[in-house]
């Protein structure tokens, strides 16, 4: 490799400092606008610029697997929350709470103090992005060798939440029943 | 590339994620920040592992499991708030004080009627040996 500076550009990084701030504008728009089902679509935009980040670092399966999961079920699930408690169509008024200035306070804060630590700490490393990192059949075998352990608790964690959120939506009804028993727990 | 440029966005995302969670009052939109937050973490697990060329990818089997996780918090996060709503017809975070610890805070107008019909187990298992 040849000596590089600071911001010599290369193509990837052009693409990824455009893409970057595509993902930044819609993550901004996510948290500050007021229509719900809006914030959700921006939302989609955010992740799924991501999605091209992680492609750009060479990283595929990860970029899938967050498309199909995210983008697939995560947003839809957030959508059918929002519709089932009602969210109005329309702009809400009362999307931000009070304490808006605080909020904008403590993330200009944070945002200003981990910037300058990262650039800081960070200035000389390049990432070697010419032979790809992130394949899914290397990625594969390392999940399936060195991870399979955690994977299966994973497993088991999805199926807890599964049955948590199963129980927790039918809780009203066996608490009525209870009560109708007359507390027969 | 640079390291930099990913670490930066990642952490310019997360603090969006850090607002988008301190000012929201939808409890929906609370997880939404949430999740960008997680996307952040996400972003330099990933920029990190590639730049270290780890031997077991940890950095993006991580990230594979975060999403995993993910998707686990956002179904749990999604039933505790469809049932707050069902409960108390309301799903702004700030009006659910219930738990709320201040001295002569009285329940406020969302608090639904419920003590009169539906006094708990407990208050029907009284209820009940009282009327054997």
């Given amino acids: 490799m040849t000596e590089r500076e600071l911001l010599s550009t290369s193509g990837q990084e052009i693409v990824f400092v455009l893409v970057g701030l595509v993902v930044l504008g819609a993550a ?6 007021r229509h719900l ?23 595929e399966f990860v970029a899938w697997v967050q498309v199909l999961i995210y983008l697939g079920s995560v947003v839809v699930l957030l959508l059918f929350g929002l519709m089932l408690t009602r969210a109005p169509i329309g702009p809400s008024p009362d999307a931000d709470s009070g304490n808006r200035p605080v909020a904008l306070a403590v993330a200009l804060a ?27 059949e290397a990625l594969g075998d390392s999940l399936f060798r ?13 199926l807890a939440a599964l049955i948590g959120a199963i129980a927790l939506s039918r809780a009203r009804r066996a608490r009525a029943g209870v009560a109708a028993n007359g507390g027969g727990r | ?38 996307a952040a973490v996400s972003l330099n697990l990933v920029a990190f592992d590639v730049w270290l060329r780890d031997e077991i990818h940890s950095g993006q089997v991580f990230t594979l499991f975060l999403i995993a996780l993910a998707a686990a918090e956002i179904g749990v996060g999604l039933a505790i708030v469809l049932l707050v709503y069902r409960e108390r017809g309301t799903s702004a975070v700030d009006r659910l004080r219930a738990l709320a610890d201040r001295e002569g805070n009285e329940p406020d107008g969302n608090e639904p009627d419920r003590d009169g019909p539906a006094p708990g187990p407990g208050g029907a298992a009284s209820r009940e040996t009282t009327t054997t």
């Fill in chain 1, 28 to 33: 901004v728009l996510c948290v500050t606008t």
């Fill in chain 2, 1 to 38: 590339m640079h390291l930099v440029y990913p670490a930066v966005l990642s952490s310019l995302l997360f603090c969006v994620g850090v607002y988008g969670v301190l000012a929201r009052r939808n409890a929906i939109l609370v997880l939404m920040s949430v999740e960008l937050m997680l």
């Fill in chain 1, 146 to 158: 060195a991870w399979v352990l955690p994977f299966e608790a994973l497993s088991v964690l999805l």
């Fill in chain 1, 37 to 59: 089902v809006h914030a959700a679509l921006w939302l989609v935009v955010a992740l799924g610029g991501l999605a091209v980040e992680y492609l750009l670092l060479t990283a």
């Fill in chain 1, 110 to 136: 944070s945002a200003a103090c981990l910037v300058t630590l990262v650039v800081d700490a960070f200035r000389t490393t390049w990432i070697d992005l010419e032979t790809p990192h992130g394949r899914s």
